[in-house]
């Protein structure tokens, strides 16, 4: 069965770093592989998603995702990170029925 | 353009009571619908998804159940509410092997 792994449930980054959410996943063909950003009390919001061609995705509000096979990995980043992007982020797998999500990543912005 | 919509948004009900949650679509046709449940602090748990109506498939064993009584409309249900269905609970939408699309959630707090 498909799953996704997301080993960091918090990260604190300064306004302007940079930023790099990981994401693992377990599938055993092509995955379909999407980032979602969940603010306090919202619905999710897709970032960006992978299905097939480059593996350097870009999504929205600055964010890009890379596909690497090899590692089984789709991390998440942003060059420079702004105070709006405090959010939780989800990466996902396209399952046999839906999606299987990951547990999230808390990200918080110091000033 | 295709949008969702799920009321209500905050819903507080005491133990043993019912619940009727719903979602509905526009812009689209035949969608897949899902409902997921989202625990505090916690990644999300697909529920129920459908492929047509009538059409509804249960992921986990649990009190609650759903219908789908019109091709964009998706509800969840319960007879007895218990404590461990608070939760924040999200409807979303998909064509095909697409994206899927998120509605805005509903907040349950069971007392």
């Known amino acids: 069965a498909q799953s996704v792994t997301q080993p960091d449930i918090h990260i604190t980054v300064s306004e302007g770093a940079s930023l790099e959410l990981r994401c693992n996943y377990s599938?055993?063909?092509?995955?379909?592989l999407f980032w979602y950003v969940q603010s306090p009390g919202q619905g999710l919001q897709l970032l960006l998603k992978y299905f097939s061609g480059d593996t350097l995705v870009q999504g929205i509000k600055g964010f890009e995702a890379e596909f690497k096979r090899s590692q089984s990995s789709f991390n998440l980043r942003k060059p420079s990170v702004h105070w709006s992007d405090a959010a939780e982020y989800f990466c996902?797998?396209?399952?046999?029925?839906?999606?299987?999500f990951g547990s999230g990543t808390r990200l918080q912005v110091q000033p | 353009s295709q949008t969702i919509h799920q009321w209500p948004a905050t819903l507080v009900q005491p133990v043993g009571s019912p619940l009727s949650l719903e979602c509905t679509v526009e812009?689209?046709?035949?969608?897949?619908l899902y409902w997921y449940r989202q625990a505090a602090g916690r990644g999300l748990q697909l529920l129920f998804y459908?492929?047509?109506?009538?059409?509804i498939s249960s992921e986990v064993p649990q009190n609650l159940s759903a219908s789908r009584p019109q091709d964009r409309q998706f509800i969840l249900s319960s007879k007895k509410l218990l404590l461990s269905d608070s939760g924040f609970y999200l409807c979303a939408w998909q064509i095909g092997a697409g994206t899927q699309y998120f509605g805005p959630g509903t907040r349950l707090l069971v007392l």
């Open positions: 459908s492929v047509g109506i009538g059409q």
């Open positions: 996902a797998v396209v399952g046999r029925r839906a999606l299987t």
């Open positions: 599938y055993g063909a092509t995955p379909y």
């Open positions: 812009g689209t046709s035949n969608p897949n």
